[in-house]
């Protein structure tokens, strides 16, 4: 992914500023208020990972530390699936084949895809750096594997955490409901990536986020006690 060279920060204005627009005046790490988690959800090759990718974009471009994982497919020469590979969002520069169709490896087996072992512990500790040295962290996928403790065995946790961090990860259609009732309470916010609208979900997402963190730094109003 091109490196996005951040702007100057907007002017200061009544409301929220607009998605990408800068965040860049002194802003300090979310220590408090409620925990934002954001599931991106869709059916298989509906865009999740693109969506996810422009966002971290617009929200880099704002001035925001995002680190992470992003899954994306390998595609051999006749269009065939042949694996999966993972970039450190932190570092596009760090990439690593996660999984593979074609050949056996030392890890646990999804459908077609046979994982390795030091691949996902790197994913886990991309996820580990993400959490201390973010602002925002973004997991791209929750799947089989992690419902089950394996995998990115971290994100979950994560999930279910208070950590005011904003969090956001990746889960299919069909695994929806049990993420949701295995985050109980938490409520997260669940965005839909279909054909309609697609385009306009990237810039969505990253307002969830610059709206939760703009809240965080905002003074409070003043007025009696509710």
């Not at 409620?34 to 471009?61: F, N, Q, S, Y």
Request: proline residues 9%; charged residues 30%; glycine residues 10%.
């Amino acid at each position: 992914m091109p490196k996005v060279q951040a702007r100057k920060a907007a002017p200061a204005a009544s409301g929220p500023p607009p998605a990408g627009a800068g965040l860049r005046a002194a802003r300090p790490r979310i220590t408090s208020g409620p925990a934002l988690r954001i599931l991106v959800t869709g059916k298989r090759g509906a865009g999740k990972t693109t969506v996810c990718e422009k966002a971290a974009a617009i929200l880099k471009d704002a001035g925001l530390r995002c680190g992470g994982v992003l899954t994306e497919k390998i595609v051999d020469q006749e269009g065939k699936i042949a694996g999966l590979r993972v970039r450190d969002l932190a570092d596009p520069r760090r990439e690593w084949v996660l999984a593979r169709t074609d050949r056996p490896w030392d890890g646990p087996c999804v459908g077609p895809y046979r994982f390795s072992r030091e691949a996902l512990r790197m994913g886990r500790e991309a996820l580990e750096r993400a959490v201390a040295e973010s602002e925002v962290v973004l997991a791209d996928e929750l799947g089989h594997l992690e419902l089950r403790g394996e995998g990115f065995s971290n994100l979950l946790p994560l999930l279910l955490s208070e950590a005011p961090l904003p969090v956001i990860a990746v889960v299919r259609t069909e695994l929806l409901a049990e993420v949701r009732d295995r985050m109980g309470k938490a409520a997260p916010l669940v965005l839909r990536v279909a054909a309609p609208g697609r385009d306009q979900m990237p810039e969505r997402l990253a307002r969830a986020v610059l709206d939760r963190l703009y809240a965080s730094v905002s003074p409070p109003k003043r007025g009696r006690p509710e």
